[in-house]
């Protein structure tokens, strides 16, 4: 067997899993990828990507050096390929990069620069992107894609218990008695956890309930499957409370001494029977009365959930429906109970953790609170703007009417996926400039002024936090790729420009010799990291925060004695139709989501040997609909919306309910987002993702 040269501990750089690897490289190139067995959260497990995906580091097409758009300033904006720019030195980009920035300043205001951090960078990246937007721009227009991903969650969570990450650890899952997966499609978004809870089911006895309208994977472990029709969760959950209440199942205890609001819940939810429920969803009454009983008779009892559950305009009432049951039960605060958001990215969590919002500083430590200000005014040297920043979508609005005029991106691809891309590229357009900073050049890089290369996980230092709240390490094990650097070593180096040309008397504090000390800084002035350091971190491989002292073990698992809030909220809501319901002509539901092997725009994984396993966009097409329509197995078909149309190959199966199609938002020349709307989620301003109005026809 091929010797490596050496072996480097990691973390991958995928999902919110975030299993632990083993880097075996020679030569400098990762030729294996094994995993630990005696390390959480993974334990010796890896799914394809881990496995098989890691390839995309060394591709050919990774950014080396800093690029500049050879037609700077022309309007409308195009998109451009590699070359429509000019390499450049790192002092001529970042000083060309800085007077822009300046130049929007000065001439608009703070809060006329929008930027977004990144999910697939370091706790210590986006700890010094913020610091840089918020202590230097002056603005708190921050964001991330958590904001297209679980922010319907998070609205929920905040509402019931006061927080949002999830409640339970990955370790716990295989103990499971009781437990519902609802709009996951755990095995290929989640591999690795899906094993464990596959585990509980197989080894363990344990009863699964699955909620989904497709027919995924974790269905066939199922004891009862519900099928609900996209974007009736608020229905099937009600109802199963209603059971709950009727039948008197509920947690007395637990009500009285942790929960308020329970009277008006109960009397509020009487007419949600069953019966009705299965008129919007389409459910059987006698299933979800199952689903009831065997949820709320459980010993312990934990819910997972995705984005079939976030992406809605009713997500944060699909949230709240799942908050009253654990409140209802008593299913929370005990190991293997639990309301748990699978977060999506490797680093969504963290990102989140470290200021990546544009309400919060580190920690979730509000912006408009005067003694949170103060204390980081003291601390970075500067003055701190007290008005909360937009979210993604806001400043998606905002670029569209001329309140923002430049964009800096940094390791996300909007262009992709953000929903109704017509709209998108309108507003990309528009703006006076764009900075992107990335590993490659993606749709959106395509857009950009300016391009700044970054290294990939595999070339730096840092921690990820992932779904569980564990805080993990990276470890660099490949030389970077050109000139490329590691992405806080670019924000500092620019903010100290911006700072120069600013005329700032004092520096907010952007020298750093490693990651390490950025770690000990954001840990000073965020209480729930200030046990956590690196020497720990390498000593214990991982700490799950709220870690409040260097003795302090971590925390496994949330609101044994309380929650944040103080009482468990009950939330009295109200089931609405979605927003765009099929009609003559667009008579399908567009439901789109994810495949095992390919990650988001695909700017990874189509750049990786996993590309060749799944090569094409598809859609997944009900064999009756396809009957219907004339369609045959693997046909290329057109999908139009009231926004665009894209072609794809049909995969005709039973995975699709009638009448709903499917479609990865992976593929470029077919992409998803062409078809989708942005109606939102009013508190949570998610986009729904999950459900629009298409029509399919056949090529002929
Ligand atoms: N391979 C791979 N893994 C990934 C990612 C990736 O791109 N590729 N992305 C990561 C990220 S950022 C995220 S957020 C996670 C997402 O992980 P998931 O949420 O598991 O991903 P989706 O494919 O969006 O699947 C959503 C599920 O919701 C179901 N669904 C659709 N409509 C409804 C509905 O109305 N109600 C309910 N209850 N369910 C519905 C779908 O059938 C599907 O099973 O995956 C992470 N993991
Ligand atoms: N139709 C549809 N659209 C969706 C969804 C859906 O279910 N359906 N899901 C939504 C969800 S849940 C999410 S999370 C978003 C994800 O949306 P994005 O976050 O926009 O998608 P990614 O493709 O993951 O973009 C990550 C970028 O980071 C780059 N990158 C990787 N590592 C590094 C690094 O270390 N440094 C830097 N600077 N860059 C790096 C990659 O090259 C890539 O360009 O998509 C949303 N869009
Ligand atoms: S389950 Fe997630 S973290 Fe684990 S190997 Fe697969 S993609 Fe990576
Ligand atoms: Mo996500």
Redesign the pocket.
Known sequence: MLQPDRTVRSTCP???VGCQVDLLIKEDHIFRVEAPFDAAPNYGRL?A?GRFGMDFVTHPNRLTRPLIRKNLGDKPRQAVGIEGFREATWDEALDLAAEKLVDTVQKHGSDAVGSFCS?KATNEDNYIFQKFIRGVLGTNNVDH?ARL??AASVAGLQIAIGSSAMSNSIAEMKDLDVFIV?????S????VISTFLRQAVVQGGAKLIV????G?EMTEFATLWLR??????VAVFQAMAQVIVAEELYNHDFIAARTEGFDEFASSIMAWTPEWAESVSGVPANLIREAARTYASANSAAIY????????VHGTD?TLSLTNLALLTGHIGRPGTGLNP????NN?QGCSDSGGLPYVFPGYQPVDDPETRAKFEANWGVELNPEAGLTTMEMVDAAENGAIRAYYVMGENPMMSEPDLRHARHVMEQLDFILVQDIFLNETGKYADIILPATSFAEKDGTFTNSDRRVQQIHTALPAPGESQDDWAIICELARRVEEKLHRSHSAGFKFEHPAEIWDEMARLTPPFQGINYERLAREGGVHWPCPTPDHPGTPYLFEESFPRGKGQFSTIQFRPSEELPDDNYPFIL??????????GGTM?RRSQLDHIYPEATVEINPEDARQLGVQEHARVRVRSRRGQIEVKALVTERSPQGTI?I?F?FAEAAANELTHDARDPQAKIPD???CAVAVEPII
């Open positions: 995928y999902c919110g799914c990507k999910a894609c991903c679980h609802t709009g996951s499609n755990t290929e978004t989640h591999p909620v989904d309208p497709r995924i609900q029709k996209p974007g009736t969760d959930w995705g984005m079939g559950i976030s992406q809605s699909n699978l977060r999506g990215q969504v439901s789109t989501g994810r495949v095992l092997y390919h990650w988001h994984t499917f990865p992976h993702y999950k459900v």
